[in-house]
């Protein structure tokens, strides 16, 4: 059976045309969920040992049994922006920014007795001791970026610009593993600034230019390049 976690999402926008030339736009968005093979409802498998049996048994092959390992998974990914537009018919100007936070916290759980046996057709094989439960993970991602973009109409001729710069860093909170019966000791693993993206920049830029050819605007001719992200 599936089983789906609720999601929740905040947006927040805010546009004023301060001139008639000048249009200024904000916005904040958010959205935070969790996912991941929750704990069933009532759970009484929690103080069992977990069976992985890999042979073949009624012509099905890998059987899990007696307890089942569950997750927590929490996620949440805030953005914002800002731009301004400038346009006077002709000519046309927009400058802007754009910011992005992910933070995720990954917990994988097991039985409460910290093992899982592996069998073959109903013979144990080999055991596994679980150093810490739940099993642990977090990483926070940034992302910035700046942009402007400009446009002008000669006559027939139109030309068209743009350039952006984006930054993107990770790191990983503060951590830690240990405290089941087989790792009793709990080691702390500090925030790490440097284990993830330290920082990436990058500059895209595009150009564009179009010509009305018989100045009727049905027929044009068109060239564009650009450089663009794959996010």
Not at 81 to 97: C, D, E, Q
Not at 125 to 141: A, D, E
Not at 181 to 193: G, N, S
């Amino acid at each position: 059976t599936s089983d789906a976690y609720p999601q929740h999402l905040v947006q927040v926008s805010w546009q004023a045309p301060w001139t008639n030339r000048l249009l200024l736009d904000a916005g904040f968005a958010s959205s935070a969920y969790d996912y991941g093979g929750r704990e069933r409802e009532g759970n009484s498998t929690r103080n069992l040992v977990r069976i992985n049996d890999t042979g073949v048994q009624g012509g099905l092959t890998g059987i899990t049994y007696r307890s089942m390992n569950f997750q927590e998974n929490h996620a949440s990914t805030p953005r914002w922006r800002a731009s301004a537009a400038y346009v006077t018919g002709a000519h046309s100007m927009k400058v802007g920014y754009e910011g992005r936070m992910q933070y995720s916290d990954t917990n994988s759980y097991q039985n409460t007795q910290d093992i899982t046996y592996t069998f073959r057709n109903g013979a144990p094989v080999s055991l596994t001791l679980l150093g810490s439960n739940p099993l642990s993970g977090s990483i926070v991602t940034h992302s910035e970026a700046l942009y402007a973009q400009e446009q002008w109409t000669l006559g027939r001729l139109t030309l068209q610009g743009g350039l952006r710069y984006d930054y993107t860093s990770s790191y990983y909170p503060e951590q830690r593993f240990g405290g089941t019966k087989y790792h009793p000791a709990v080691f702390v693993f500090a925030e790490d600034t440097t284990g993830g993206i330290t920082g990436f920049n990058d500059i895209n830029t595009r150009f564009g230019v179009a010509y009305d050819l018989f100045g009727d605007g049905k027929t044009a001719l068109k060239f564009h390049a650009g450089r663009y992200l794959d996010t």
